[in-house]
């Protein structure tokens, strides 16, 4: 199994709902990572999960909050999110003693804030 | 701080030809790692290759290799072949050695493919 899954793959709502982004993987890595990207533009680096601890948030604002429940989950709460939050939502995993430490990335969730 | 450079926005070429994309990196390490990740219309990143900095070979995956030149930090990517599943943009992206698992990724280039 070389996927990571992400749920759901489109999400519409309102600036005062609360809502979350789930993403999984059994591929036993232990560094899962979320990035936000916007269209035609490079991901952007959001939180680093290290051995489900958070080891780097990227200055991103408390409207969004991680979430790592065990080692093959990775959560993000969603809550009084702007228009401009609206974007694609990558996350993606990595072995956390592999050499390369290469990405593997989920399809994303397409998040839209009216 | 690290940067990566993709000079060329976008980027076309024929079926069956090949094609090369370019990416420039700034860094003071020794010890990192580069890749070239490919994201179709259907949105999944996926990785084309990697190269280690220590590595003087340059990687190569079928139809995909790199001109890895470290004096100069030059990462290209060239395509040989070029088939219309290659359309997509590609990110070039840097990560330094140890434990840091931050990526650094350029803007990207997008790459049409002409039948």
């Known amino acids: 199994d070389t996927e990571v899954t992400q749920t759901p793959k489109h999400l519409v709502m309102g600036m005062t709902n609360k809502k979350s982004l789930k993403c999984e993987q059994h591929?036993?890595?232990?560094?899962m990572y979320w990035y936000k990207q916007k269209a035609k533009k490079p991901p952007e680096l959001m939180f680093v999960y290290s051995y489900e601890k958070l080891s780097i948030n990227e200055s991103v604002p408390s409207r969004f909050s991680p979430e790592c429940p065990n080692s093959s989950l990775l959560n993000l709460h969603l809550h009084a999110l702007q228009p401009e939050d609206s974007a694609l939502y990558l996350c993606a995993s990595s072995h956390r003693d592999r050499e390369a430490g290469e990405l593997f990335f989920g399809e994303g969730s397409r998040l839209t804030v009216l | 701080a690290q940067t990566v450079t993709q000079s060329q926005p976008e980027m076309s070429v024929q079926e069956a030809e090949t094609v090369t994309l370019s990416c420039t990196y700034d860094t003071s390490e020794s010890d990192y790692y580069l890749f070239w990740y490919k994201q179709p219309p259907s949105r999944q990143m996926i990785l084309v290759i990697r190269?280690?900095?220590?590595?003087?070979q340059n990687a190569t995956e079928n139809r995909f290799s790199v001109n890895f030149q470290k004096a100069a930090k030059s990462f290209s990517l060239k395509i040989s072949d070029s088939q219309l599943g290659d359309a997509a943009m590609y990110f070039c992206?840097?990560?330094?050695?140890?434990?840091?698992?931050?990526?650094?990724f350029g803007k990207g280039t997008l790459l049409t493919v002409n039948p």
């Open positions: 591929m036993g890595h232990r560094a």
């Open positions: 992206a840097y990560r330094t050695g140890g434990s840091n698992y931050k990526l650094t």
């Open positions: 190269q280690e900095a220590y590595k003087q």
